[in-house]
Nanobody, 122 residues
Framework: VRLVESGGGLVQAGGSLRLSCAASGRTFTSYAMGWFRQAPGKEREFVAAISWTNAPTYADSVKGRFTISRDNAKNTVYLQMNSLKPEDTAVYYC?????????????????WGQGTQVSVSS
């Protein structure tokens, strides 16, 4: 599975961005998909994930502000980010794994995208 993220950029605090992750392969519907982020000097952290049945799960830090969704017809997963804060600044990575329930640990995902930078100014 090849993953390609897009949609990152620079935005002011309180603004919004939508990240996209396009996946290759014909079995996209069988994959749990996740979003992680990594800020400079910090470990990669879980942001959100969605099962193949469209059940989402979120980190507490983004709950109520971010929404994960997937379009299986387009082999794409999205991360809508609203009310962005400077602390959301990071490289955002898309991840995939062939499992029913999406995990929250980075080591639970086999496939990764190259990342897209999100910068939020105060």
């Amino acid at each position: 599975v090849r993953l390609v993220e897009s949609g990152g950029g620079l935005v002011q605090a309180g603004g919004s961005l939508r990240l996209s992750c396009a996946a290759s392969g014909r079995t996209f519907t069988s994959y749990a998909m996740g979003w992680f982020r990594q800020a400079p000097g910090k470990e990669r952290e879980f942001v959100a994930a969605i099962s193949w049945t469209n059940a989402p799960t979120y980190a507490d830090s983004v709950k109520g502000r971010f929404t994960i969704s997937r379009d299986n017809a387009k082999n794409t997963v999205y991360l809508q980010m609203n009310s962005l804060k400077p602390e959301d600044t990071a490289v955002y990575y898309c991840a995939a794994d062939l499992r029913i329930h999406p995990g929250r640990g980075a080591n639970e995902y086999r496939y990764w995208g190259q990342g897209t930078q999100v910068s939020v100014s105060s």
